[in-house]
């Protein structure tokens, strides 16, 4: 069993930057894939970005390569989200999740655990 909770979310503004925790209690995953994913009002929850345990493999979605950065410190049981020049499509609830498959994977059924999210809201 993974505990997961996300915290670093808030209000910034357009072109502003927040970094996203997700430290994980319980089994260390430290091995595990690890995901971000975010759900703005009224639409499908969408992958944003995930890495994988040892070399730390990384895959983005496309509106936000450049901007986004997902890192891990397998010491601390965290891995992070460090969003640069923010933009107002980029608010929703950011919550990371935990995948037991073997390589990395977009679709959030193939996560089998989850934190509660955390908002992020960008003003225009």
């Known amino acids: 069993q993974v505990q997961l909770v996300e915290s670093g979310g808030g209000l910034v503004q357009a072109g502003g930057s927040l970094r996203l925790s997700c430290t994980a209690s319980?089994?260390?995953?430290?091995?595990?894939?690890v995901g971000w994913f975010r759900q703005a009002p009224g639409k499908e929850r969408e992958f944003v970005a995930a890495?994988?345990?040892?070399?730390?493999?990384?895959d983005y979605r496309d509106s936000v390569k450049g901007r986004f950065t997902i890192s891990r410190d397998n010491a601390k049981n965290t891995v992070y989200l460090q969003m640069n020049s923010l933009k107002p499509e980029d608010t929703a609830v950011y919550s990371c999740?935990?995948?037991?498959?073997?390589?990395?994977?977009?679709?959030?059924?193939?996560?089998?655990?989850w934190g509660q999210g955390t908002q992020v809201t960008v003003s225009s």
């Open positions: 890495m994988t345990s040892g070399v730390g493999t990384t």
């Open positions: 319980g089994r260390a995953y430290s091995t595990y894939i």
């Open positions: 999740a935990v995948s037991l498959s073997i390589g990395l994977v977009r679709i959030p059924a193939a996560y089998a655990y």
